[in-house]
């Protein structure tokens, strides 16, 4: 189930193709898992999840996380 909060963040990736700064450089399927990596240029965070969606919540609470410090 998606929150407003990871709706309004999928927008602006969607939207802008960044996420604070962070844009995708890698995103492929191995099985049934995607596997997504982003980037600021400094950092890379990469994960994974079964469906895009769920990867891409994953990565925008590690970036936050980034962020945040």
Same mark, same amino acid.
């Given at each position: @189930? @998606?929150?407003?909060?990871?709706?309004?963040?999928?927008?602006?990736?969607?939207?802008?193709?960044?996420?604070?700064?962070?844009?995708?450089?890698?995103?492929?399927?191995?099985?049934? @898992?995607?596997?997504?990596?982003?980037?600021?240029?400094?950092?890379?965070?990469?994960?994974?999840? @079964?469906?895009?969606?769920?990867?891409?919540?994953?990565?925008?609470?590690?970036?936050?996380?980034?962020?945040?410090?």
């Amino acid at each position: @189930m @998606m929150t407003v909060l990871f709706e309004e963040k999928l927008d602006e990736y969607y939207r802008t193709g960044k996420f604070k700064g962070f844009y995708e450089v890698i995103e492929h399927e191995q099985g049934r @898992m995607t596997h997504l990596t982003l980037t600021n240029g400094f950092q890379e965070i990469s994960v994974s999840g @079964m469906f895009k969606s769920d990867a891409l919540q994953c990565i925008f609470h590690q970036i936050d996380s980034v962020r945040s410090n």
